[in-house]
C-alpha cells in the first residue's frame, strides 16, 4: 500500500501523544526525536540531570515496539563492551560472536563523553554504516537504528570532549531543558502511584514504521529551497567567529529533516520555515566557533541566527508541479 503524506502525520501523531504520556510539556522536543526517527538519523540530547532523557529514549523504544538498549559509558569501558566480542566456544572448537548492546533499535548512549576517545570511535562505523566489524568480521545492525547520546553540558571533570567526526554523526541535537511549574505539578501527579512508562504500549510496527522513513524521502523540495540550505552551510564555513564549518553532510541532514518537519505537518513539500526552524537543531553540534568568539559569549545559535537574518529568503514556486 502507497503512503501519502497524511498517512505520515497521523503515524507521527500517534507516536507524539503516546510519548506525551511520559514527557510532559516538551511538544517540541518531542517532535525534533520523531523528525530524527523518520530520517533515519541520531539524536545528541544535551542537557543537565534528572530532566528525563532517559525516560525520552524508553518512551520512544516503547512506542515503535523496537528492542531498547542503554549504554552507561564511563572512562575504564572499552569498545568490546559496546560493540560485542568473539568468544572461543571450546564445544565446537569455534569463535561465537557475542552482540554487545549496540544490536538494539533504539540505543541510550548515557553520557557519551564520559568514555575515552577510543570507546567513543566504537560508535562511528555503527552510526554511520549501520554495523559493527568485530575481529574482521562484520556484523548488521538491526532495522531500525537509532543512537540518542546523551552528556551533561554542567560536568567537565572525568569527561571526553566529543569528536568533530562523532558530532558531525548526529543528526539532531535537542534540548529537553527544565519543565514549568505547572508541568512539573503534572510530572508528579503522573508519578505518584506509578511511573507512566510502564503503561505504554506500541503505537506502530516496525514494518510500519520502515515504509514511512522511506516514504518521507518523496517529500519535494524545490531548486530554490535546495540552494537555500546549501548557500546557509557553506556560509557556517566562511564566517569570522566560526573556525571549522559544517560539512556536507551536514547539508544533507538539513535537507532531510526537512523533508520530515514537512510531512509532520502535512504538507508534501518543503518550505523555507522548515529550514529556518531546524538550521539550529542540525547545525549547531557541528560548528567550532573560534576562541576570540567564545571570549565574546558568541555561540553556534547565534552565529545561524545572524545567518539566517542575512540570507535571502527563496520565493517562487515551491510546491511540485502535477
Do not use: W
Amino acid at each position: 500500500m502507497e503512503l501519502k503524506v497524511v498517512d505520515i502525520q497521523s503515524f507521527a501523531d500517534r507516536i507524539l501523544h503516546n510519548m506525551e504520556k511520559v514527557i510532559v510539556g516538551k511538544s517540541e522536543t518531542l517532535e525534533m526525536v520523531v523528525i530524527g526517527l523518520l530520517c533515519q538519523g541520531h539524536i545528541l540530547i544535551d542537557d543537565v540531570p534528572g530532566v528525563g532523557k532517559t525516560m525520552l529514549a524508553r518512551s520512544l523504544a516503547r512506542s515503535i515496539g523496537g528492542d531498547f538498549s542503554r549504554i552507561q559509558f564511563t572512562p575504564d569501558m572499552l569498545p568490546s563492551d559496546v560493540t560485542g566480542v568473539s568468544i572461543f566456544n571450546q564445544v565446537n572448537r569455534m569463535f561465537e560472536f557475542r552482540p554487545g548492546p549496540i544490536m538494539a533499535q533504539i540505543v541510550l548512549a548515557d553520557e557519551i563523553n564520559r568514555a575515552t576517545p577510543k570507546t567513543q570511535s566504537a560508535l562511528l562505523e555503527a552510526m554511520e554504516e549501520r554495523q559493527v566489524t568485530v575481529d574482521g568480521i562484520t556484523h548488521p545492525l538491526p532495522q531500525p537504528f537509532m543512537v540518542m547520546g546523551t552528556q551533561n553540558p554542567i560536568e567537565y571533570e572525568g569527561t571526553f570532549p566529543l569528536p568533530e567526526a562523532q558530532l558531525d554523526r548526529f543528526l539532531l541535537r535537542v534540548k529537553l531543558g527544565y519543565p514549568s511549574l505547572t508541568d512539573e505539578i503534572r510530572v508528579l501527579e503522573i508519578q505518584q502511584i506509578r511511573h507512566p512508562i510502564y503503561d505504554i504500549e506500541a503505537v506502530i510496527d516496525i514494518a510500519e514504521l520502515l515504509q514511512v522513513q522511506e516514504t518521507v524521502k518523496s517529500v519535494y523540495v524545490s531548486q530554490g529551497v535546495k540552494r537555500y540550505i546549501v548557500e546557509l552551510v557553506r556560509s557556517t564555513r566562511e564566517s569570522n567567529d566560526i573556525y571549522l564549518g559544517s560539512s556536507p553532510r551536514g547539508s544533507l541532514a538539513l535537507f532531510r529533516a526537512t523533508q520530515a518537519r514537512a510531512a509532520l505537518d502535512g504538507r508534501d513539500y518543503v518550505l523555507p520555515d522548515d529550514v529556518k526552524s531546524l538550521a539550529e537543531h542540525v547545525l549547531s553540534h557541528r560548528l567550532i566557533m573560534e576562541p576570540a568568539a567564545r571570549l565574546r559569549d558568541i555561540d553556534a545559535e547565534l552565529v545561524i541566527g545572524d545567518i539566517l537574518k542575512m540570507l535571502p529568503v527563496p520565493g517562487g514556486e515551491l510546491r511540485q508541479r502535477v
